[in-house]
């Protein structure tokens, strides 16, 4: 195919999404976009509503390549799955060695890995692009995690740098990594934004059902916060959403919003994909049960009537509730990114990534949805020390759990004792007492399976597997068994 085009990048699928981020290229100096979607009329929807866009329209796909440079760079978004693989499978005939074909859906990792493999064999490059920020990220500024070839960010680089959000002068865009690794870490961050809303939504019971603030008086204290420490665009959000007032009822949105959350799966993905690299994620698994939970109404309602506890939770000093449930609340923040960093080192030795995790926090402060001040620190804790086997070991978090653990700990068993459900804030705080623990009650459980499945165990003053004859002399024998 002859060198025509006079695109240098082009777009195919253009609903909200893909239309913001064809608007968002087209407004950067350098860049022309050739757009393309399967429905004609939405092309043209588009074309006719951003003439100043200056885009390339065609009605064919074919007529889409032949409007772009060499080497031809397009990127996919339309919905993942089938449709993601016709594109692809469209592209892969009509483009050329060296040309690149770029996922920016939703994609799940190991389809992303299954993609590139075949298209690597035509000599294309396929890059899988984790693309956050929604739809005002993607027309303002998103954050994005590309994967794929050395070869292909040489072109598509400073593409995607040119149109991210940028924080301190540095746009919110790094390669990640080969093959998957974009979409690998577009899914943990995915995660650990389910644990961090639900996290926040803990906050927001504890501060309504213990201490009776209002939804208004929240949003306030939502507000204060986000001067501090815990500084991000969730809590910015939450005191927004607190502040509304329904036109119907006169009464706060919040109490009409139907209390069932949904879910579009990459949460789901995490905590499975962590099971497989047995890394324990238990914030980010407990937010999404909390999710299907709330999305289990017969269930509920058939349960309204079981016995809770004889007395409710008396706040004396609302003060220093207040100051407690926040300081719990940046305290099991931190565990789920430590959990969700732990699963992207997992990831990175599974699938041989070199994924430059400082690097990961830093585009992560910008355009996304867990964009934060917060992950200044992380990235200045990698800095100083790449090897950290935890994050929340870096001297700054410790220090921050530290200060914030009586809180936590009267949070966590005053909630418990009162019946107010607190998932992710209990399952944070259990996850860190383990990791101190100088010894865990997995002995028992290991002696446990060499009974009932003579499974075998390790012991502490001698080198080697062992197996104990549980039944008749109790004699434990040397063996060289696995461990299931």
Same mark, same amino acid.
């Given at each position: 195919m002859s060198e025509t085009g006079s695109a240098n990048i082009g777009v195919v699928g253009l609903a909200?999404?893909?239309?913001?981020?064809? !608007?968002?290229?087209?407004s950067r100096e350098g860049n022309t976009v050739a757009v393309y979607n399967r429905s004609p009329e939405r092309t043209r929807l588009l074309t006719d509503e951003h003439p100043e866009a200056g885009f390339v329209a065609s009605e064919t796909i074919e007529d889409f390549v032949a409007s772009l440079k060499t080497p031809r760079t397009a990127i996919i978004m339309v919905q993942a799955g089938k449709g993601t693989d016709a594109v692809i499978s469209q592209l892969t005939e009509l483009f050329e060695p060296g040309d690149i074909i770029v996922d920016g859906g939703n994609a799940l990792f190991t389809d992303t890995l299954r993609r590139e493999k075949a298209v690597r064999e035509t000599g294309i490059n396929f890059v899988g692009a984790?693309?956050?920020?929604g739809e005002e990220g993607a027309l303002k500024g998103p954050s994005i995690m590309p994967g794929g070839s050395a070869e292909a960010y040489v072109t598509l680089g400073p593409i995607l740098e040119s149109i991210a959000a940028v924080v301190d002068?540095? @746009?919110?865009? %790094?390669?990640?990594?080969t093959d998957g690794a974009g979409h690998f870490v577009k899914m943990i961050h995915n995660g650990i934004e389910y644990a961090d809303m639900q996290l926040i939504a803990e906050a927001y019971d504890l501060l309504r059902a213990a201490a009776g603030y209002s939804p208004a008086e929240i949003a306030e204290i939502f507000s204060q916060w986000n001067a501090g420490e815990l500084e991000s665009y969730l809590i910015?959000? %939450?005191?927004?959403? =607190?502040?509304?007032?329904?036109?119907?009822?006169?009464? @706060? =949105?919040?109490?009409?919003?139907l209390d069932e959350a949904g879910s579009k799966g990459t949460g789901v993905w995490t905590v499975q994909t962590a099971l497989d690299l047995g890394i324990p994620v238990s914030g980010i698994a407990e937010a999404v049960f909390a999710r299907s939970l709330s999305s289990k109404p017969a269930q509920r309602q058939a349960s309204v009537g079981l016995p809770g506890p004889s007395t409710a939770w008396s706040v004396s000093d609302k003060a220093a509730f207040v100051e407690d449930v926040r300081l719990a609340l940046y305290a099991s923040k931190i565990i789920a990114y430590s959990q969700g960093f732990d699963a992207i080192v997992a990831g990175a030795e599974q699938y041989n990534w070199n994924i430059n995790k400082g690097d990961i926090a830093k585009i992560w402060r910008g355009g996304c949805i867990i964009r934060a001040q917060f992950l200044n620190r992380i990235t200045e804790a990698y800095a100083e020390n790449p090897g950290l086997v935890a994050l929340v070991t870096a001297p700054y978090f410790t220090d921050a759990v530290a200060t914030a653990q009586d809180s936590w700990r009267r949070v966590v068993s005053g909630a418990a004792l009162a019946g107010i459900p607190t998932p992710a804030?209990?399952?944070?705080?259990? &996850? &860190?007492?383990?990791? !101190?623990?100088? !010894?865990? @009650?997995?002995?028992?459980v290991q002696g446990q399976r060499d009974f009932f499945g003579a499974h075998t165990y390790k012991r502490t003053d001698k080198e080697g597997t062992f197996h %104990?004859?549980?039944?008749?002399? !109790?004699?434990e024998i040397a063996t060289e068994g696995s461990s299931h």
């Open positions: 909200v999404m893909g239309s913001n981020l064809a !608007r968002n290229l087209a984790g693309i956050s920020g002068g540095v @746009p919110c865009v %790094t390669h990640v990594g910015e959000i %939450t005191a927004e959403v =607190l502040k509304q007032i329904d036109a119907d009822t006169g009464a @706060p =949105l919040v109490d009409v919003i804030f209990s399952s944070s705080l259990a &996850y &860190y007492d383990g990791l !101190r623990a100088k !010894r865990l @009650p997995a002995a028992l %104990t004859l549980w039944s008749g002399d !109790r004699t």
